[in-house]
């Protein structure tokens, strides 16, 4: 990296910080509290990972991730998962037109970013249609590839309670998601804040900060900034510490895990970390920031065994004791 480099990486990392305000800002116009949340969900799109949003029903997600995309300046659809939904109907099909032509019809799929709502009530062919997209970045229909639009992002919503009729996702496939973050109810002083600007006639404008372009290059950003050997080494031990059977797992992981996060676990914390690094302003990331994403990047991937599930042991405390 050349000098000249050098010196426009630093501008372009406080510009981000900067950036990164006037995007919270904007988003808490509409969104109240939910800090963590948002900044869980920019961090994921900066990092160019998808996330997994766990939740009760009627916690404004959907607002969230529609304001999120407004100031974002990206086009935005939101596809309802349902038990009937047919992969055609997400990524589209080809039809005969008039002139007796095949022509393809893009599905809801084809925006920046995707808000796939309760998609453990979908069957396993049309989730893993969405989850091809999310890993690909292009569907397959009739043979011909079409590419999505970039940045390309997708937020899945998941209902903790196992209610009847659902298809729980797959580790394999839950790997696929950089983040599982957890929304939680509002305090009592955000909910009183939620119920009075909701139910008063004001309508308030987001206003987009970023263009698609810039969120190109700031990904490209969060990619280029270094990281220090001993943060790679941590990130890298602090996923080898989840799994069961290996030498250095803590007691509690052999308890309590029947199988740990495997090595894209590590590549995200490498990476969460540098984006998270860069929305502090810091040039390079240390051994806090990746704490700072540990949980939500290892939620999904360590999977509790019977005796964790009995003595009612979360994820997230298991997560806690390997820190």
């Not at 869980?40 to 997994?52: E, K, N, P, W």
């Not at 999505?148 to 729980?168: D, K, S």
Request: glycine letters at 6%; a negative charge.
């Amino acid at each position: 990296m050349g000098m000249n480099e050098r010196t426009s990486d630093v501008q372009a990392v406080e510009r981000f910080t900067t950036v990164y305000r006037a995007l919270k800002a904007e988003v808490n116009k509409v969104i109240i509290g939910q800090d963590r949340v948002v900044d869980d969900v920019l961090i994921a799109i900066f990092s160019r990972g998808h996330c997994l949003l766990v939740g009760v029903p009627g916690l404004a997600k959907t607002l969230l991730v529609n304001t999120v995309a407004q100031a974002l300046g990206l086009t935005f659809h939101r596809i309802q998962f349902t038990p009937d939904l047919m992969p055609s109907d997400i990524i589209g099909s080809e039809i005969l037109d008039e002139s007796r032509q095949f022509r393809f019809v893009k599905g809801p799929l084809f925006a920046n970013i995707i808000l796939a709502d309760e998609i453990n009530r979908t069957p396993p062919k049309t989730q893993a249609a969405l989850l091809e997209a999310m890993q690909e970045k292009a569907v397959t229909a009739a043979g011909h590839t079409y590419d999505l639009p970039e940045p390309f992002f997708v937020l899945a919503t998941q209902n903790p309670i196992e209610q009847e009729g659902t298809y729980p996702l797959p580790e394999a496939q839950l790997d696929r998601f950089m983040f599982n973050i957890w929304v939680d109810y509002p305090s009592y002083e955000e909910e009183l804040a939620v119920v009075k600007a909701t139910t008063s006639d004001t309508a308030t404008e987001v206003r987009p900060v970023l263009t698609a372009e810039e969120i190109l290059f700031f990904q490209g950003l969060v990619r280029r900034i270094p990281v220090p050997d001993n943060v790679v080494e941590y990130a890298v031990g602090l996923a080898a510490r989840t799994r069961p059977g290996l030498n250095g797992a803590p007691a509690v992981i052999e308890d309590h895990v029947s199988w740990g996060a495997g090595p894209r676990a590590s590549q995200y914390l490498v990476i969460g970390a540098k984006c998270h690094a860069l929305v502090h302003g810091k040039f390079s990331p240390d051994i806090e920031d990746v704490k700072a994403v540990a949980k939500p990047i290892l939620r999904h991937r360590l999977v509790r065994n019977y005796k964790a599930e009995a003595e009612g042991v979360t994820v997230d405390r298991i997560i806690e004791a390997v820190l």
